[in-house]
Nanobody, 122 residues
Framework: QVQLTESGGGMVQPGGSLKLSCRAS????????MGWYRQAPGKERELVAR???????TYGDSVKDRFTISRDNSKKTVYLQMNSLKPEDTAVYYC????????????????WGQGTQVTVSS
């Protein structure tokens, strides 16, 4: 079984910064992409950013040039540095990892964290 533990959410004023972290634990023989998605009330979940196992990032259009995703494979952890935050960034942020649990099973499966609230308000 795989667990994703998120931390770093909270409330911040417009223009401020926050850093989210997500650590994978449990049966994690191999981790492919890791990333962050968000869901605001009444809206669909959307990609914020994801990063490949080799470190190649992909960003959603609304966060380019403001957010930076990174990962530490030795710690099985992905980070999201969020700068110049706007009220429209307010949402629950979910961590996602694509994981192969054990060597005897080649299947990669999607796992999600429980979500962390980010609120941008003055």
């Amino acid at each position: 079984q795989v667990q994703l533990t998120e931390s770093g959410g909270g409330m911040v004023q417009p223009g401020g910064s926050l850093k989210l972290s997500c650590r994978a634990s449990g049966w994690t023989f191999s981790i492919n992409d890791m990333g962050w998605y968000r869901q605001a009330p009444g809206k669909e979940r959307e990609l914020v950013a994801r990063i490949s196992s080799g470190g190649t990032p992909t960003y959603g259009d609304s966060v380019k040039d403001r957010f930076t995703i990174s990962r530490d494979n030795s710690k099985k952890t992905v980070y999201l540095q969020m700068n110049s935050l706007k009220p429209e960034d307010t949402a629950v942020y979910y961590c996602k990892a694509v994981v192969r649990e054990v060597i005897v099973d080649p299947t990669y499966r999607d796992y999600w964290g429980q979500g962390t609230q980010v609120t941008v308000s003055s």
